[in-house]
T-cell receptor, first 110, second 113 residues
Framework: SQELEQSPQSLIVQEGKNLTINCTSSKTLYGLYWYKQKYGEGLIFLMMLQKGGEEKSHEKITAKLDEKKQQSSLHITASQPSHAGIYLCGADQTGYALNFGKGTSLLVTP | DADVTQTPRNRITKTGKRIMLECSQTKGHDRMYWYRQDPGLGLQLIYYSFDVKDINKGEISDGYSVSRQAQAKFSLSLESAIPNQTALYFC????????????FGPGTRLTVL
């Protein structure tokens, strides 16, 4: 099955700083989904990208899909404690369900 | 009210017991899924169903069974629970007519002793 590599695995940033999380695939991504999970809770859908070069924003979170559709980045501007959690990327590589990366754990310190 | 609900939210059981996890959704989606999440392994697909009469195994279906009682309900059973089934279990739904985005329930934390 398709593997999605996320980096970094974990991240600690000071409140107010910017950060970027990456999701890389060795194959073309035809639909890339970003989710946020608070520890021990369900996944909250953030954004979905389909077209090469596409960029979407929601509040202070921006996600991009590169032109080759093999890498996506999630950028958080001026991080806040409410941004803490696990960010997961998912992609439909099977035709019936999503494969997920292992997640990036984000901690925002005061 | 939440669109995708799961019951119970937490369960502790013993090896060999039969356990059923339930999922209900009010989104009107035909597609439903069961995943498990283990630390460091991400989410793995157990079963999926594209409609009431269509049920398929995912990558880790051994030791599990499912029942799609209605469009809105999809249950996961562990016939004889074992300790390595201790995990966080998620139900999800999607609509292929709406980008097929999956919407997840809050999860069930299952511990098998």
């Amino acid at each position: 099955s398709q593997e999605l590599e996320q980096s970094p695995q974990s991240l600690i940033v000071q409140e107010g700083k910017n950060l970027t999380i990456n999701c890389t695939s060795s194959k073309t991504l035809y639909g890339l989904y970003w989710y946020k999970q608070k520890y021990g809770e369900g996944l909250i859908f953030l954004m979905m990208l389909q077209k090469g070069g596409e960029e979407k924003s929601h509040e202070k979170i921006t996600a991009k899909l590169d032109e080759k559709k093999q890498q996506s980045s999630l950028h958080i501007t001026a991080s806040q404690p409410s941004h803490a959690g696990i960010y997961l990327c998912g992609a439909d590589q099977t035709g019936y369900a999503l494969n997920f990366g292992k997640g990036t754990s984000l901690l925002v310190t005061p | 009210d939440a669109d995708v609900t799961q019951t119970p939210r937490n369960r502790i059981t013993k090896t060999g017991k039969r356990i059923m996890l339930e999922c209900s959704q009010t989104k009107g989606h035909d597609r439903m899924y069961w995943y498990r999440q283990d630390p460091g392994l991400g989410l793995q697909l157990i079963y999926y169903s594209f409609d009431v009469k269509d049920i398929n195994k995912g990558e880790i279906s051994d030791g599990y069974s499912v029942s799609r009682q209605a469009q809105a309900k999809f249950s996961l059973s562990l016939e004889s629970a074992i300790p390595n089934q201790t995990a966080l279990y998620f139900c999800a739904t999607s609509d292929p007519g709406q980008t097929d985005t999956q919407y997840f329930g809050p999860g069930t934390r299952l511990t098998v002793l």
